[in-house]
């Protein structure tokens, strides 16, 4: 299966927590946090900017920062919800998302 594939099948996960009641299942956010990460560092962003994502170039940094917040808070199903919508909104293989978003995981998701 190809990499980009396996990392929207995290993705399309992360859509099940709800915006309702996010803090159900934090075991579960964890777990799927990390799984997606180690299909996402396989990865390469792209080179280029589509032009779908053009129009808001630093809109990526409401979600990013949303992510952080809610990794820092331990509160992982919301941390699963940016990410969705980060990807939704922003597309999730832009260099500097991608850069980004791997040093953020990385911190608060593999020391865990």
């Not at 589509?50 to 820092?72: G, K």
């Amino acid at each position: 299966m190809n990499q980009r594939k396996k990392t929207y099948e995290f993705i399309k996960e992360m859509g099940q927590f709800s915006w309702k009641n996010p803090k159900n299942n934090q075991e579960l956010a964890l777990s799927v946090l990390k799984g997606f990460l180690n299909e996402y560092r396989k990865t390469k962003p792209d080179k280029h900017l589509e032009r779908n994502y053009c129009i808001y170039l630093s809109r990526y940094l409401i979600n990013l920062f949303a992510i952080r917040n809610a990794l820092y808070e331990e509160d992982y199903g919301t941390a699963c919800q940016e990410l969705y919508a980060l990807e939704h909104y922003c597309g999730i293989y832009q260099i500097r998302i991608y850069a980004n978003l791997v040093k953020l995981l990385e911190k608060y998701c593999v020391a865990v």
